[in-house]
C-alpha cells in the first residue's frame, strides 16, 4: 500500500516541495537570525535564554541533530546511540551544562509514541543534566512539535519527570575585556519558508507535511542531505556572522561539522599550506591522507577559505552512518570540535580543533 501511495503522490510532493520550500534565502535568514537575536537579549526567558559564565570554568557541550527515532531501518540515531550514552555520561560526571540544539527527536518520520517507547536510555541520561539545572533544549525544523503543539509541555514532562522549558536560541555570555563576548546558539533553519513561517505553517510542516514525507520515503532537499544546500547554508550563515561585533554563532541544521567558519576540509587544506610553507614533508604526507578522506565527504571549498573570520561555528551531528558523533564544547577557556567513536567497542572522545576563546577574540 505505501508503495502505491507513494507512486500517486511523489510527482505532487516534489512539486510542492520545490514549489513551496525554496533554498535558503539571504535575505529571510539575516532578518530572522537578526529579530530571534534581538529577541533573546532584549526579552530573556521567552524565545531564549541568557546565561553568563566565566571564562576559566564554564563548562558547554553543544550536541545537535540526534535525530532519535523508532529503531528502524530508517533510525539514523540507532547507530550512534552507544556514542551519545557514553558522551553524556562524561560530560554530567564533568560538570558540563548541555545544549541539544534542535531535532533532537526525529517526528516526521516517527510518532513521538515510537521516540518515547524506544529512547527511554537516552531521555533518562539526559534528565541527569535537568536534575542539576544543566539541560537547555532547542527546538529545531524536524521536532517543531514541541514549540507548536499545545500538548508538548506535558509530554515533557511524561518523558523527563520534569517541567522544561522548549527555546529557540541560547546566548551565552562570558566578560572579556571592554567588551562581552557573545556565543549566540540555535538550530540554525531560521529562514526557511517551510519550518519558519507563520504558526499555521509550523504546524503544518510539523504534523502533516513532514510525517507525510517520512511516511512515503521522499527525501525533500535539505541541507542535511544536499551538499549544495548545505554550501549555501554555510555561506549564508557565515556572511550574518561576519556581520556582527564579538558574537559567535553557532548552528546545526546541516549534519556538517564547521569550526572558526572552516569545514574540516577546509581546515585541513589551511593546514597543508601551512606545512608547505614550513617544509614540513611529515605534516604533508599526514594532511594528504586526511585530506583524501575529506574529499568524499565534503564538495566545495569557499574561495576565500583562508581569510575568513572564525565567527561560525556547527557542531555536525549525532546520527552518523558509521555511529560517530560531533559536538562543540567549551570548556577551560577553550572552544573546541570533539568526535566521539567506537574503537574495540569502548567509546573515544577526540578534539578534531582548538582554539581559545581569547584568541579567538582577538581574530573576529
Known amino acids: ?118 529512547n527511554n536510555r537516552t531521555f533518562d541520561a539526559e534528565k541527569k543534566f535537568i536534575d542539576r539545572n544543566a539541560f537547555v533544549k532547542i527546538f529545531g525544523n524536524h521536532d517543531l512539535y514541541w514549540q507548536n503543539d499545545p500538548f508538548a509541555s506535558l509530554q515533557l514532562k511524561s518523558i523527563y519527570n520534569a517541567e522544561i522549558k522548549i527555546y529557540e536560541g541560547v546566548i551565552l555570555v562570558v566578560e572579556m575585556g571592554a567588551r562581552p563576548l557573545h556565543v549566540f546558539c540555535t538550530h540554525g533553519h531560521q529562514g526557511d519558508a517551510q519550518s519558519d513561517g507563520n504558526w499555521f505553517s509550523k504546524f503544518f510542516v510539523s504534523n502533516i507535511w513532514g510525517p ?93 577559505y583562508l581569510t575568513m573570520k572564525p565567527a561560525y561555528f556547527n557542531s555536525g551531528c549525532c546520527c552518523f552512518s558509521d555511529g560517530d558523533i560531533t559536538g562543540l564544547e567549551i570548556d577551560q577557556g577553550c572552544f573546541r570540535l570533539i568526535r566521539w567513536t567506537l574503537e574495540d567497542e569502548r567509546s573515544q572522545r577526540s578534539v578534531l580543533e582548538e582554539i581559545s576563546l581569547e584568541q579567538l577574540v582577538k581574530r573576529l
Open 1 to 118: 500500500m505505501r508503495r502505491f501511495i507513494r507512486w500517486l503522490l511523489l510527482k505532487p510532493v516534489l512539486w510542492a516541495t520545490a514549489r513551496f520550500s525554496s533554498k535558503p534565502d539571504r535575505a529571510r535568514i539575516f532578518n530572522a537570525l537578526s529579530k530571534l537575536y534581538g529577541n533573546i537579549i532584549r526579552h530573556p526567558g521567552k524565545k531564549g535564554l541568557v546565561i553568563p559564565f566565566e571564562l576559566y570554568s564554564g563548562k558547554f557541550i553543544i550536541f545537535s541533530d540526534q535525530h532519535k527515532g523508532a529503531r528502524n531501518g530508517a533510525d539514523d540515531f540507532a547507530m550512534a546511540e552507544p556514542n551519545y550514552l557514553s558522551a553524556l555520561d562524561y560530560y554530567n560526571r564533568n560538570g558540563f551544562q548541555f545544549i541539544s540544539l534542535g531535532d533532537n527527536e526525529e517526528l516526521w518520520e516517527n510518532s513521538l509514541a515510537q521516540v518515547k517507547k524506544n
Open 212 to 304: 507525510l514525507q517520512g511516511y512515503l520515503r521522499i527525501n525533500p532537499n535539505t541541507p542535511a542531505y544536499n551538499n549544495e544546500e548545505k554550501t549555501l547554508h554555510n555561506e549564508i550563515m557565515y556572511d550574518w556572522a561576519a556581520r556582527q561585533k564579538n558574537i559567535l554563532l553557532v548552528t546545526g541544521h546541516t549534519h556538517q561539522p564547521v569550526f572558526e567558519s572552516l569545514t574540516l576540509l577546509e581546515s585541513l587544506y589551511k593546514q597543508m599550506q601551512a606545512a608547505k610553507r614550513d617544509n614540513n614533508s611529515t605534516a604533508m604526507e599526514a594532511l594528504r591522507k586526511k585530506i583524501g578522506k575529506s574529499e568524499r565527504e565534503f564538495s566545495s571549498v569557499s574561495i576565500d
